[in-house]
């Protein structure tokens, strides 16, 4: 079996272990960075990256797609949706990983499939967007393709125009109501197939309630409970990802779902846990 690993990133651990575990398994691997991908439809249509004919794989494994502009961005899923198309697994597919990264998208399937998720308003009219931020007192603003708690704020009632400047930058606003809690953290589950292979609390750094990792957060083992289960095989069911980062916020109405990654990093379980969930999402990839 012959499998692609696309990445950016020639230092990433996700993706060098991914690597390793599907070698184990006997596969061939290539990394393939999609900003050398090209497509030719002279005669015979033909995709490459890196030297790699894709249409001779067995299948792909997203760790990343890569960032530039808009235009990149369109033809590298517009090309693994032509793979998908010809029948080729790609892990996660094309419109989980599009679910995943559109935070509107993210909250509407997991209303949708009835999984607890903070209360959310999507505006574009600046006094609908006031009108929610009074309701929920504190909100958080969140770009809406955001992502390792980049460009997240939070707003009060006062902060109008802040608000403003947001719609009027990104022409609309995520807003969602603020959970507080004494001591800021998330739990970061991981799920393979139907399993939560293990979670990480992410502490905030001190006086912040950010918690992401790439913000200075740090990872401590979680305990696995029936309620985290169950919410994050729904989530990444909801978003129909093959594996994915489920993160969750304590509440006193118990755990509430604020986000799914549809390429998520298993970093923070291996150093926090010594958990290797790519050796899992290697079986699973060969099995389908
Ligand atoms: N509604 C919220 N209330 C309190 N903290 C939040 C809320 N939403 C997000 N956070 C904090 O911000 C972090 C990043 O939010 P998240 O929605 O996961 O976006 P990203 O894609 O940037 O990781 C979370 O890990 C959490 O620490
Ligand atoms: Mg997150």
């Known amino acids: 079996m012959r499998f692609g690993i696309v990445v950016s990133d020639p230092d990433d651990w996700t993706a060098a272990s991914l690597g390793s575990a599907l070698r184990r398994r006997g596969a061939k691997t290539f990394y393939l960075n999609f900003s050398r991908l090209s497509a030719c439809l002279d005669r015979k249509f033909s995709l490459a990256s890196n030297g790699v004919n894709l249409l001779e794989l067995d299948g792909l494994i997203v760790r990343d797609l890569g960032r530039r502009g808009a235009h990149d961005v369109a033809f590298r899923f517009e090309a693994l949706q032509a793979l998908e198309e010809l029948g080729m697994p790609v892990f996660n597919s094309s419109s989980a990983i599009a679910r995943a990264a559109n935070k509107f998208a993210t909250s509407l399937a997991l209303t949708r499939s009835g999984i ?36 997240i704020e939070l707003l009060t009632s006062s902060d109008r125009q802040r608000l403003e400047e947001i719609m009027q930058r990104q022409g609309l606003v995520y807003l969602q109501e603020f959970v507080s809690s004494p ?26 309630w950010i918690s992401n990792l790439a913000r200075g957060g740090t990872a401590a083992p979680c305990e696995v409970t029936p309620e985290l289960v169950d919410l994050s095989v729904r989530a990444a069911r909801a ?17 509430k779902v604020i986000e799914v ?15 290797d969930v790519t050796d899992a999402i290697a079986g699973l990839v060969l099995e389908s």
């Open 261 to 275: 990654n549809g390429t998520p990093s298993g970093r923070g379980l291996f150093v926090a846990m010594g958990l």
């Open 183 to 208: 001591q800021p953290r998330d739990i970061r589950a991981f799920v393979v197939g139907e399993r939560l292979m293990g979670a990480i609390y992410r502490v905030a750094p001190p006086g912040q």
């Open 239 to 255: 978003i129909r990802a093959s594996y994915c980062g489920v993160d969750l916020l304590e509440t006193s109405q118990g755990l």
């Open 116 to 151: 607890p998720t903070p209360h959310t308003t999507i505006a574009t009219d600046p006094e609908e967007a006031l009108q929610a931020l009074d309701n929920y007192g504190r909100a958080v603003s969140k770009p809406l393709f955001g992502y390792k708690g980049r460009d």
